[in-house]
C-alpha cells in the first residue's frame, strides 16, 4: 500500500522518510501505518540507514483520533495489533533509523518515535501522551517501548497527570540522545544515518536485532547470546579488514567527543 501522506527519498544509501500529513498534523491513520509498515518492507537493497521525520510544524500528532470514533472493542484490539505489526517493522526492519523530532511528540507519534533506534531532538520538540486525559490507553506498543527510555514511574506521571516534558527535560529523562537548536534536527539525523551506514552491516544488525533482545533476557541467556552474536559479527570479512586497518595505521583512533 501506498501513501500521499509518506515520501520517501533515498539520498544515495540513506532513505528519507517523512510524514507528510501536515495539515493534520501528521496524524496517523490507518492507511498511514499500512503505508509505514509497507515502505519498510520494501525499502531497497542499496539502504543503510534511514531518517524519520515529519512535515510542517510538528513531528506527529499521534493517532488520528477521527478513526477512533468508528471501533468497537474488538476493532480496537485488531486496530492495536496492526500497529504493533508496523512498528515492529521499523524496530526490527532491515537497517537503524534516526528520528528528526520537532514540535509535537505525542500520544501515537511518541510510540513511532520510541521505535526509532537514535533520537534527535530540536529545542520546539515536546513530548506527551495524552491517551491518559482522552479516555484511552496507549496501543501502538508504547507501554512496552517508553518505559526502556524514561522508565515506568515517568511514563505513568504522564499518563495520569497529562504532564508535558519540553525538549531539555526530554533529553534529560531519556526521550532523545541528541538535542540541537531548532530546525537542525533533520540535519543532525542525516549526519548521524551517514556515519551509522559506514558501520560494518553485521555491527548494525548485531545493534538492532540482538541488543534489544539480550537486554530482555536472564543475564545468563544474555551473555550466551551476545558471544555467538559477537562471534558471528567478527568472523565477517568485513570486521576484519577494519581490525586490520587500524593495526596498520589506516584506520581512525577513538577521538574525545
Ligand atoms: C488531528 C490530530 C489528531 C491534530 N487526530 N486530527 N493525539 C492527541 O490527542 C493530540 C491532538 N492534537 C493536538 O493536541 C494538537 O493538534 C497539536 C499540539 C499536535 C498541534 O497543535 P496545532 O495548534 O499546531 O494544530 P491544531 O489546530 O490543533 O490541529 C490542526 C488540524 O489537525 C486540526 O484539524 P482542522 O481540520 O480543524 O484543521 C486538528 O483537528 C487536526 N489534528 N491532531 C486527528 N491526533 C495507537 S494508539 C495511539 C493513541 C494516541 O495517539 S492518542 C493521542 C492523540
Keep these: 500500500m501506498t501513501s500521499k501522506d509518506i515520501q520517501l527519498d533515498m539520498r544515495g544509501a540513506i532513505a528519507v522518510i517523512r510524514l507528510s500529513r ?3 498534523r501528521n496524524a496517523l491513520n490507518d492507511g498511514l501505518i499500512l503505508a509505514l509498515r509497507k515502505l519498510f518492507e520494501n525499502l531497497p537493497d542499496t539502504t543503510r540507514a534511514a531518517v524519520l521525520a515529519g512535515e510542517g510544524e510538528h513531528f506527529c500528532a499521534g493517532l488520528d483520533l477521527g478513526e477512533l470514533q468508528e471501533r468497537d ?9 496492526m500497529w504493533h505489526s508496523a512498528l515492529e517493522r521499523v524496530q526490527y526492519g532491515p537497517v537503524p533509523v534516526i528520528a528528526a523530532l ?25 513530548y506527551a501522551l495524552p491517551e491518559g486525559s482522552r479516555g484511552i490507553f496507549v496501543g501502538g506498543g508504547g507501554s512496552v517501548r517508553i518505559p526502556k527510555l524514561i522508565g515506568v514511574a515517568r511514563m505513568t506521571d504522564m499518563m495520569l497527570t497529562g ?30 544515518a551517514e556515519r551509522v551506514a559506514q558501520n560494518a552491516p553485521l555491527t548494525n544488525y548485531a545493534l538492532m536485532h540482538a541488543l534489544p533482545r539480550i537486554a530482555e533476557q536472564p543475564a545468563d541467556q544474555g551473555f550466551l547470546t551476545e558471544a555467538m552474536m559477537a562471534a558471528i559479527a567478527q568472523s565477517a570479512p568485513e570486521a576484519k579488514e577494519r581490525v586490520r586497518a587500524f593495526l596498520e595505521g589506516r584506520a581512525g583512533k577513538v577521538a574525545k567527543g
Design 22 to 24: 501536515p495539515a493534520k
Design 163 to 192: 504532564r508535558v516534558y519540553n525538549a531539555q527535560d526530554g533529553e534529560r529523562a531519556g526521550f532523545a540522545q541528541y538535542l540541537v537548536p531548532p530546525g537542525q534536527a533533520f540535519d543532525k539525523a542525516l549526519e548521524l
Design 102 to 126: 520537532h514540535g509535537a511528540v505525542v500520544g501515537g507519534g511518541l510510540e513511532l518515535a520510541s521505535t526509532c533506534h537514535i533520537r534527535v531532538a530540536d529545542e520546539t520538540t515536546f
Design 73 to 81: 472493542a474488538g476493532q480496537g484490539l485488531h486496530h492495536s495489533r
